[in-house]
């Protein structure tokens, strides 16, 4: 698919709309959960996509911010009616958000990109550092069979789903009994040994994987800091492994039209070819393969 058909293939989801924070939770150190109620972003969203968001009543900062969807929240009849979305406080946007209070007003415009492929493995290992355990919940569930998205989009095309997370002390880590409660093998590391294993999510995701008797029938997914998600891009490459990588770089619109978010892709896997790529319409999931670092 071309950039300009893949643009066009995911604007026919996109929805625009004004609503109101529904709950905001704390859930690590300057970690957050929001939710708001948006049930045509919530319909279609797919593992992996984000939304743009941005206060309603404020001028600054006046462009909004992705965000990966981190979850779907169904209503008693089971139709999808809000996302919930995890950030980290840091910034002149996320900051004053971990502080609004429900019926905060915002715009939210989504689901963007393209997110991950459903594709069948038998194990699916998810590689995440710092807050890119965020659009690993919804992929998980997808490959387990717990949950459909979007529309006419395959379930169940994994038999079992390991995460290997980490961060730089116990106190970052978010979201982990979430995952364990829908069967993942969490497998935990910090920089300074507080929680899991004293390591890196790259060494530690190739001592889990062992061998190469397993690889073929093993894929990895992987987001967070870019030098872990190269370390693990390149590891898979080597090995063999399918790999996909949802790259975090920062957006400004998030819908393809200011190119500020642009990543050097290969035009062919296994050519030294590249071009520039819109991680906002293009990405922002790669095949690892294809990034050049």
Known sequence: MSGCD??????????????VVEKLLELAQDTFLIRLEAPQIAANALPG??????????????????????????????RARAIDLVFVRKG????????????????????LGNGFDPRPCETLVMAAGGIGQTPMLMLAREALGLRQFGNARSAGWAKSVRLVYGA???????????????????????????????SRVPDRLFELLGGDGQHATTRVATCGPEIMMQKVAEGCVARGIDCQVSMETPMACGIGICFSCVAKVRTTLGESDWDY????????????????W
Not at 6 to 19: L, S
Request: negative net charge; proline residues 5%; hydrophobic residues 40%.
């Open 6 to 19: 893949a643009a066009i293939h995911y604007a026919d989801h996109i929805a625009v709309t004004e609503t």
């Open 49 to 78: 996509q984000f939304v743009m968001v941005r206060f309603a009543e404020r001028d600054a900062p006046l462009i909004g911010r992705a965000l990966a969807v981190y979850d779907i929240v169904d209503d008693a009849d089971g």
């Open 92 to 111: 002149s946007f996320t900051t004053p958000l971990s502080h609004c209070s429900p019926g905060t007003r915002v715009q939210v415009w989504g689901p």
């Open 168 to 198: 730089r002390t116990k106190s970052l880590l978010a979201c982990v009994e979430d995952f364990k409660r829908v069967g993942i093998d969490v497998n935990l590391c910090t920089d300074d040994g507080t929680a899991g294993s004293h």
């Open 277 to 292: 790529r819109r991680t906002c319409v293009e990405g922002p999931v790669f095949d690892a393969g294809q990034i050049v």
